[in-house]
């Protein structure tokens, strides 16, 4: 199994500003996935980050508003950009290895 | 129709009871199929993982439906400790679409 720190584990935040989540691995990976849970929602993934070139995101996820990073295989961190209320959620770093390990988790909400 | 879809609960049972709930997807190509646990605003983690066969953990059982596309999760002998949301994993290697959770609640 992988260990993953996140952080901020939470934040609060004005509309308009932009927070970076970072998502660190205890071991080198290929792929690591951030997703997001609204309330009362499940996961939906925002984007494959991967090493050494750019992000892959998916549908209804543009990288204008969720700019991402990978400098490295331990290492990577989502910017949740020009934040309005809309954007308050949990969001989630994960690593495959086998099955899916999740970070801790940063508890977001924007006033 | 949505790729997983559960049966959000809530499932209010006594401590020992059995509770069991299903989760059906609609990709007939998924090959890999978990629950995960999650608590209050906390990250999932990963219960089990799900086998053609069916399998067994303890307390908890999962069996696969491939013919109807289902996944079920039995907890036997229900403690305090299980009152969580369950999320229902369904994909291939990495792709996985995940249910928006059962809750169950055992009380005392």
């Known amino acids: 199994s992988a260990v993953i720190s996140q952080k901020p584990s939470r934040d609060i935040c004005q509309r308009g500003t932009s927070l970076t989540i970072q998502c660190q691995v205890d071991s080198q990976v290929t792929m690591m996935f951030w997703y997001r849970q609204q309330p009362g929602q499940s996961l939906t993934l925002i984007a494959t980050?991967?090493?050494?070139?750019?992000?892959?995101?998916e549908s209804g996820f543009v990288i204008d508003k969720f700019p991402i990073s990978r400098p490295n295989l331990t290492f990577s961190t989502l910017t949740v950009s020009n934040m309005s209320p809309e954007d308050s959620s949990i969001y989630l770093c994960s690593v495959w290895g086998e099955k899916l390990f999740f970070g801790s988790g940063t508890q977001l909400s924007v006033l | 129709r949505k790729e997983v879809e559960q049966d959000p609960g809530p499932f209010n049972v006594p401590e020992g009871a059995t509770v069991a709930f299903n989760c059906t997807y609609s990709n007939s190509a998924s090959q890999s199929f978990f629950w995960y646990r999650q608590d209050c605003r906390k990250e999932p983690k990963l219960l089990m993982s799900v086998y053609s066969s069916g399998n067994e953990d303890g307390r908890f059982t999962a069996q696969l439906n491939r013919a109807s596309q289902y996944i079920s999760l039995l907890i036997r002998d229900s403690k305090l400790s299980d009152s969580a949301t369950y999320l229902c994993?369904?994909?291939?290697?990495?792709?996985?679409?995940f249910g928006a959770g059962t809750t169950v609640t055992v009380r005392a």
């Open positions: 994993v369904v994909g291939g290697d990495y792709k996985l679409s």
């Open positions: 980050a991967n090493q050494g070139s750019e992000a892959t995101y």
